[in-house]
């Protein structure tokens, strides 16, 4: 290293030494730890280096070094997609653009156009909204011209600009064409959807992309998530992987030179189409000066923790006596979507939105403005002020185009204090942060090459390790974010017994929140079923994770005569009602990957269902409960069972949650 002759040796060029400058340079101990212990394993791997180490090292430590570098190197990703290397190259074409500005609408035309496609996005309710209106024929393909007399579907949660409003620009319509309609399945995590066994397109989540299939048109949504910490690679394999002669990005600019390098990398083309935002976005000259009287109908207040949100929802339907919707993380998609039509109706009763960073995509809001309760957010290991791009992301969802009577007017952003008013207002002037580096995630095969490589017994946190220290990669890539699988790992190899190495990789990527106790303490309950009797029936893990009695106890209380309930009781009961819905989902996942060990799918979508009732049931209870309704209970019950057109609850569709209660 001081002679400097291992850079030359290991053929680290301008640009992999400009990376590790970058990574260095805020002087933190980690990244030099990697760097050097990265270099020193593949040192170890090259025949100078072999030569020096073994006059200091005993050979069968060199040999060991090789074999662990060898199964953990990633410097050649784009090869695991064979099929597509050795296919014809793609054209890539880019619809960027801010928050509102219609970039998506072009590229889901091509896909309605497409002899076969493939739509793969971050969320589950914008992958149902894709296959819900392609086989109903609300997208009108690209090369025809819509009907003038068509009218706009305005509850639509795609980005569509100018496409929202009536006349020659219409293509998703409030009806669909059956000449329109075309055969779509739906593939996510937790639920698919089949209307062929070959239908000619796919809507999915991005992680559930397939790379053995041949497209004609690819639409990867929100191309700016590749750089995310948890995700991103999904997002770089679709890129990498996805089989279409013609692949649609749409996202946000910062992500236009990482896309440049790697499709110039791949030998692929790239063409680049910019959006503009159609309405005014402008920040107010003044805070509301932390005065939520100052709120109006039509706002949007956003905090970022769920106490702060259930506070601020407090605060306002106290100070303005307006009614408040919710939409936040750990609320299921479902809920927040209901919550969001339900602000979006003049006629509902809900006046204003809080909610959290959750707002910021997969959510059709007619938001006039946008309030910054604060502009910091824990993230798990500190507080820190939200990203330019967090910010712009969020205040873009203020005037959206089409779903105002005067959309020149556009929307507004402001903060309830006023030393947070110049951040946003800053962030907004600023260009997009570029993105520097697409994360990659373990694959299967790396991640069996590297347990291999290790010996008997290696835990999980050493095999991500490996990862983090020892595996090559360009430097344009960066593996995930592991810092917060803490209690994963941990999870992991106390059933090591009995989770084959191939299932190690896909607990981990199941979708629990990890940092979420109670949650884990649900999933250790599925596993430990599993592990006794390898089979998982749905009632016996809520029951043996208590949580199948929490469930119950919510309907006890909608059932309940009582004529009053403290608000605080209903806030932990929804708590508990959340981790409910995640486990159930968490079942869900595992029955489409297991289904002789998770055999009760049917039984759990119901109970997913049932809960979402009581969680709906939770947040009206609190709204009866602020206007002093005489019943707030029985009236909570009757608005939320009217509002789904469901029957009473102790009808024949509450047997799936009756079945359960004598066992619990």
Same mark, same amino acid.
């Given at each position: 290293?001081?002679?400097?002759?291992?850079?030359?040796?290991?053929?680290?060029?301008?640009?992999?030494?400009?990376?590790?400058?970058?990574?260095?340079?805020?002087?933190?101990? !980690?990244?030099?730890?990697?760097?050097?212990?990265?270099?020193?394993?593949?040192?170890?791997?090259?025949?100078?280096?072999?030569?020096? &180490?073994?006059?200091?090292?005993?050979?069968?430590?060199?040999?060991? +070094?090789?074999?662990?570098?060898?199964?953990?190197?990633?410097?050649?990703?784009?090869?695991?997609?064979? +099929?597509?290397?050795?296919?014809?190259?793609?054209?890539?074409? +880019?619809?960027?653009?801010?928050?509102?500005?219609?970039?998506?609408?072009?590229?889901?035309?091509?896909?309605?156009?497409?002899?076969?496609?493939?739509?793969?996005?971050?969320?589950?309710?914008?992958?149902?909204? !894709?296959?819900?209106?392609?086989?109903?024929?609300?997208?009108?393909?690209?090369?025809?011209?819509?009907?003038?007399?068509?009218?706009?579907?305005?509850?639509?949660?795609?980005?569509?600009?100018?496409?929202?409003?009536?006349?020659?620009?219409?293509?998703?319509?409030?009806?669909?064409?059956?000449?329109?309609?075309?055969?779509?399945?739906?593939?996510?995590?937790?639920?698919?959807?089949?209307?062929?066994?070959?239908?000619?397109?796919? #809507?999915?989540?991005?992680?559930?992309?397939?790379?053995?299939?041949?497209?004609?048109?690819?639409?990867?949504?929100?191309?700016?998530?590749?750089?995310?910490?948890?995700?991103?690679?999904?997002?770089?394999?679709?890129?990498?992987?996805?089989?279409?002669?013609?692949?649609?990005?749409?996202?946000?600019?910062?992500?236009?030179?990482?896309?440049?390098?790697?499709?110039?990398?791949?030998?692929?083309?790239?063409? !680049?189409?910019?959006?503009?935002? &159609?309405?005014? @976005?402008? *920040?107010?000259?003044?805070?509301?000066?932390?005065?939520?009287?100052?709120?109006?109908?039509?706002?949007?207040?956003?905090?970022?923790?769920?106490?702060?949100?259930?506070?601020?929802?407090?605060?306002?339907?106290?100070?303005?006596?307006?009614?408040?919707?919710?939409?936040?993380?750990?609320?299921?998609?479902?809920?927040?979507? /209901?919550?969001?039509?339900?602000?979006?109706?003049?006629?509902?009763?809900?006046?204003?939105?809080?909610? #959290?960073?959750?707002?910021?995509?997969?959510?059709?809001?007619?938001?006039?403005?946008?309030?910054? /309760?604060?502009?910091?957010?824990?993230?798990?290991?500190?507080?820190?002020?939200?990203?330019?791009?967090?910010?712009?992301? !969020?205040?873009?969802?203020?005037?959206?185009?089409?779903?105002?009577?005067?959309?020149?007017?556009?929307?507004?952003?402001?903060?309830?204090?006023?030393?947070?008013?110049?951040?946003?207002?800053?962030?907004?002037?600023?260009?997009?942060?570029?993105?520097?580096?697409?994360?990659?995630?373990?694959?299967?095969?790396?991640?069996?090459?590297? @347990?291999?490589?290790?010996?008997?017994?290696?835990?999980?946190?050493?095999?991500?390790?490996?990862?983090?220290?020892?595996?090559?990669?360009?430097?344009?890539?960066?593996?995930?974010?592991?810092?917060?699988?803490?209690?994963?790992?941990?999870?992991?190899?106390?059933?090591?017994?009995?989770?084959?190495?191939?299932?190690?990789?896909?607990?981990?990527?199941?979708?629990?929140?990890?940092?979420?106790?109670?949650?884990?303490?649900?999933?250790?309950?599925? +596993?430990?079923?599993?592990?006794?009797?390898?089979?998982?029936?749905?009632?016996?893990?809520?029951?043996?994770?208590? @949580?199948?009695?929490?469930?119950?106890?919510?309907?006890?209380?909608?059932?309940?005569?009582?004529?009053?309930?403290?608000?605080?009781?209903? *806030?932990?009961?929804?708590?508990? &009602?959340?981790?409910?819905?995640?486990?159930?989902?968490?079942?869900?996942?595992?029955?489409?990957?297991?289904?002789?060990?998770?055999?009760?799918?049917?039984?759990?979508?119901? @109970?997913?269902?049932?809960?979402?009732?009581?969680?709906?049931?939770?947040?009206?209870?609190?709204?009866?409960?602020?206007?002093?309704?005489?019943?707030?209970?029985?009236?909570?019950?009757?608005?939320?069972?009217?509002?789904?057109?469901?029957?009473?609850?102790?009808?024949?569709?509450?047997?799936?949650?009756?079945?359960?209660?004598?066992?619990?």
């Amino acid at each position: 290293m001081k002679a400097g002759t291992v850079f030359s040796h290991l053929s680290y060029g301008p640009e992999h030494l400009a990376r590790i400058a970058r990574d260095v340079s805020p002087g933190e101990v !980690i990244p030099w730890d990697e760097h050097y212990t990265k270099i020193l394993f593949e040192w170890a791997n090259h025949p100078e280096g072999q030569k020096r &180490l073994e006059r200091v090292v005993p050979i069968d430590v060199v040999l060991t +070094m090789q074999t662990i570098y060898r199964a953990a190197d990633l410097s050649n990703l784009a090869w695991d997609f064979r +099929m597509t290397r050795l296919a014809r190259p793609r054209k890539f074409i +880019m619809h960027v653009g801010p928050t509102n500005s219609g970039k998506t609408h072009n590229a889901l035309r091509a896909l309605a156009a497409a002899k076969r496609g493939i739509y793969a996005g971050p969320l589950r309710l914008l992958a149902y909204e !894709i296959w819900d209106r392609l086989n109903k024929g609300q997208i009108v393909p690209l090369g025809v011209d819509p009907e003038p007399e068509l009218e706009p579907d305005l509850q639509s949660s795609i980005d569509l600009g100018e496409a929202a409003i009536g006349g020659s620009n219409v293509v998703v319509t409030k009806v669909g064409n059956p000449k329109y309609a075309r055969a779509c399945n739906m593939i996510t995590g937790e639920e698919h959807k089949i209307v062929e066994d070959d239908a000619p397109l796919l #809507s999915c989540t991005i992680e559930m992309t397939p790379f053995m299939n041949t497209w004609d048109v690819a639409v990867i949504d929100e191309i700016q998530l590749i750089a995310d910490r948890q995700r991103g690679g999904a997002w770089t394999n679709a890129v990498l992987g996805v089989n279409a002669s013609e692949v649609h990005l749409c996202g946000e600019e910062s992500a236009i030179p990482l896309i440049e390098s790697l499709v110039r990398d791949l030998g692929d083309t790239l063409e !680049i189409n910019r959006y503009q935002r &159609l309405t005014p @976005l402008v *920040v107010a000259e003044r805070s509301l000066e932390g005065d939520l009287k100052r709120i109006e109908k039509g706002d949007c207040a956003v905090a970022f923790s769920r106490t702060d949100i259930f506070g601020l929802k407090t605060r306002i339907e106290e100070e303005t006596k307006m009614r408040c919707a919710l939409a936040y993380g750990r609320l299921p998609p479902e809920i927040r979507s /209901e919550q969001a039509a339900l602000f979006n109706d003049p006629n509902s009763g809900y006046d204003v939105l809080v909610g #959290s960073d959750a707002i910021g995509m997969g959510l059709n809001l007619k938001i006039k403005r946008i309030v910054f /309760e604060a502009v910091r957010k824990y993230d798990g290991g500190r507080t820190r002020l939200l990203s330019t791009s967090q910010i712009k992301q !969020i205040a873009g969802r203020a005037g959206r185009f089409g779903l105002h009577g005067d959309d020149s007017q556009g929307g507004v952003v402001t903060t309830l204090r006023e030393e947070d008013l110049d951040v946003v207002r800053k962030a907004l002037a600023a260009p997009y942060e570029t993105i520097q580096y697409a994360r990659v995630a373990m694959s299967l095969t790396s991640f069996l090459k590297v @347990l291999y490589a290790l010996p008997y017994g290696a835990s999980q946190q050493t095999v991500a390790d490996v990862f983090h220290f020892v595996s090559k990669l360009h430097p344009r890539f960066e593996l995930q974010s592991t810092k917060d699988l803490e209690a994963c790992f941990h999870f992991v190899d106390a059933f090591s017994d009995c989770l084959p190495a191939e299932l190690r990789l896909q607990t981990q990527n199941s979708p629990c929140p990890w940092r979420d106790d109670h949650a884990v303490q649900g999933a250790v309950a599925v +596993m430990k079923t599993y592990r006794d009797k390898m089979q998982v029936p749905i009632e016996e893990a809520l029951q043996r994770s208590n @949580l199948l009695s929490k469930l119950n106890e919510a309907y006890l209380l909608m059932e309940s005569k009582e004529t009053s309930v403290p608000p605080r009781q209903i *806030v932990a009961v929804l708590a508990r &009602l959340e981790t409910v819905h995640k486990v159930i989902v968490m079942y869900l996942w595992w029955s489409y990957r297991a289904k002789v060990a998770f055999p009760d799918q049917e039984k759990a979508f119901q @109970l997913r269902q049932l809960t979402e009732i009581a969680m709906d049931w939770c947040l009206e209870v609190l709204h009866q409960v602020r206007i002093k309704a005489q019943n707030p209970i029985a009236t909570a019950r009757k608005e939320v069972l009217e509002r789904r057109q469901w029957p009473t609850m102790d009808s024949e569709n509450a047997a799936a949650l009756a079945a359960t209660q004598g066992s619990s």
